[in-house]
């Protein structure tokens, strides 16, 4: 009997074009488009922008600092008078300006009353990102440029700046990298995760209309008095529903891992991540989606709630939640609100792994909180189940 | 084989009780027709024996067992045709059947068996992998049917089995009634058409406001009831014909011609002596009982319900 209505349930998906969009479509488009559309912010392509050079002092320093600039940021564009027009348009992306007591500024050991002698301007819209990045490297090429400057008037020897100005530099010492799974972080390691979860909870959708349907045309009621108990019914739309979301998983990983890069974006890396671990939290995240669409289903009462309410809460849930913009750039008491969304939950157990290489030790408090969100939403579906039948 | 007894029900938040005391029987093999108007109490009273909603007073039986009983250790021993399409749209007329077998706990071949059956008793094997929302109306009827008969109920309770049909389907459907009956199957059919009732129940249940008007064989219910007669008279002024009518019994214009119900049939061939004595000539006149639906309308009243 299980089996029948398990058939009918994935028979009636089956033909549901707009179900089956919802349900595959749209999340692997969300992750196409997403993880394309904000490759650039996870990974500011300081080296190609665009930027045109004043040079006003003219010495063989202020030379020598370009030069090295050229290496790391390729030729600027030739230089016209318009160039601040340009940068405020975004045509192009910054200029750099030496002013005429560069050089002479160098060689002062207090600087207080030196005045800017080197100015970045950048486009307005430069992404912030991109404007610490490329400031910081400014920075870094013209303290450089001081150290040999410094020294070699101390000691005189001309010869020997180059060596100590290297020696002053504390670059070498210092190793910046973000612990990963053995990957850094990109918006496809990013977005896969968040996608995936919205994803799956869009079975809401579908499990609703299919159940609107069948109590208002009586089917439901049918199948009661032929004696399906409500927990043959509740099973034989969670079941299948399970095989969806897994399919879905699998879908997503796959376009993560094979599709992007095909469309110039970089790979989602499975390597060394712990897929016991992955795969908890991923049927725990869709025990989630499913409770939830069975209680919601079991409370609307047409189809209009069914197609309205279920998308809505879960574009909320997925607003609040980190879905759609990262956690880690919300304010703080966003950030806790959006630890009450259970695509929260589920967002950070699958980052904990593809990102993190977490285990078993960091997915097992979003897998329980998301195992007992789905009881709670079981429990309400069938008690809402039951009450409709009266 | 069915007895309900005293059965009253009210809907959390109804202001009035859905059914208030019923009682009847249906005996095994029987054809009883249900009969009331629109918040009669009909439907509450089928989802009742269909095992849809729980007895809240009073008491159901069947074959001396409570019914409750009787469904928990086989539930299709009552199947119910309802008045809504209860299937899947989306699904084929096969696949329906195929679902609603493995419902109904059949298996196997026997549960095949029954579905070539049902499909070949309601004439749908031109139509077994045609979606059913692709169906016509008559279609739709006769696999709602076929659904009701996979698991052979003992009795079927068919909720105005016939709506919205054409002529043709609606006289497919009542021959296939007429089968089932011959075979043996209960049958507690519901409906508006009063011609349908009197075609094929033996026995007829009138309810109104969750109380049962009258309950009985149609030929008892018809003859128990005031006969009539109707008639047209010329020669006798309107008002004086009206109070020689009514000294007979109830009086009303219908048309061109006045019906009276007799208090008494005996008093028939008086009555046309008194019009003859009053000048009047009678131009014709019918004697004969009430249909079912003059009837249910005496019973249930003209006033127009919800």
Sequence with gaps: ?390 | MLAIRDLAFRYPQGETPALAGVSFEIQRGEVVGLLGPNGAGKTTLIAHLAGALPVQQGEITLDGQPLARVRQNNPTRIAIAPQEYAFYPMLSVRENLDCFAAAAALKGAHKQQRIEACLAFAQLERYVTTRAERLSGGLKRRLNLAIALLPKPEMLLLDEPTVGVDPQSRAFLLDAVRALAREGTTLLYTSHYMEEIESIASRVVIIDGGKVLCAGTLEDLLRERAPQVRLAVEGIPEDKLKSLLASFGQAEIIGSDWQVTLTSARSAPQLLNTLEEAGGKVLYASFGRRNLEQLFMALTRRSLRD
């Design chain 1, 1 to 390: 009997m299980l089996l029948a209505l398990m058939k009918k349930e994935l028979l009636a998906l089956s033909r549901d074009l707009h179900g089956l969009a919802a349900l595959f479509l749209m999340p692997i488009l969300f992750i196409v488009i997403m993880s394309l559309a904000l490759k650039d912010v996870y990974n500011p392509p300081v080296k190609t922008i665009s930027y045109v050079v004043e040079d006003h002092d003219g010495t063989e320093l202020s030379h020598t600092l370009l030069t090295q600039w050229e290496k790391r940021h390729g030729k600027p564009l030739d230089h016209a008078d318009n160039w601040r027009e340009s940068v405020q348009n975004g045509t192009v992306g910054y200029a750099l300006i030496i002013e005429p007591g560069f050089t002479m500024a160098l060689f002062e050991q207090n600087l207080d009353e030196q005045g800017v002698q080197l100015r970045l301007l950048t486009d307005p819209g430069m992404e912030s990102a991109a404007f610490s990045a490329i400031r910081a490297e400014l920075l870094m090429l013209a303290s450089e440029l001081r150290g040999q400057v410094l020294l070699s008037s101390v000691r005189g020897a001309q010869q020997a700046a180059g060596n100590t100005a290297t020696a002053l530099s504390a670059e070498k010492l210092i190793e910046a990298e973000r612990l990963s799974a053995g990957t850094r972080p990109t918006s496809v390691q990013q977005n896969v995760p968040a996608w995936l979860v919205f994803g799956m909870f869009f079975v809401v959708a579908s499990i609703a209309g299919l159940f609107v349907e069948e109590r208002q045309c009586g089917a439901l009621a049918r199948l009661a008095t032929l004696g399906v108990s409500t927990r043959t019914m509740i099973l034989s739309k969670a079941l299948p529903y399970l095989g969806i979301n897994a399919i879905q998983s699998a879908l997503m990983l796959a376009v993560g891992v094979w599709v992007i890069p095909l469309l110039g974006g970089e790979a989602l890396s499975l390597t060394k991540i712990h897929w016991g671990s992955l795969l908890l939290i991923l049927l725990s995240v869709s025990l989630a989606a499913i409770g939830m669409a069975l209680a919601l289903a079991s409370l609307v009462r047409t189809h209009a709630q069914a197609a309205a309410v279920g998308p809505i809460i879960n574009v909320v849930m997925a607003a609040i939640g980190g879905i759609m913009v990262p956690k880690f750039v919300m304010p703080d008491f966003m950030q806790r609100i959006a630890e009450l969304s259970p695509m929260n939950w589920g967002l950070e157990g699958v980052l904990a792994v593809l990102l993190r290489g977490g285990r078993w030790a960091e997915v097992w408090l979003p897998a329980a909180k998301l195992g007992g969100f789905a009881l709670l939403m079981f429990i309400i579906a069938a008690l809402l189940f039951r009450r409709r039948e009266v």
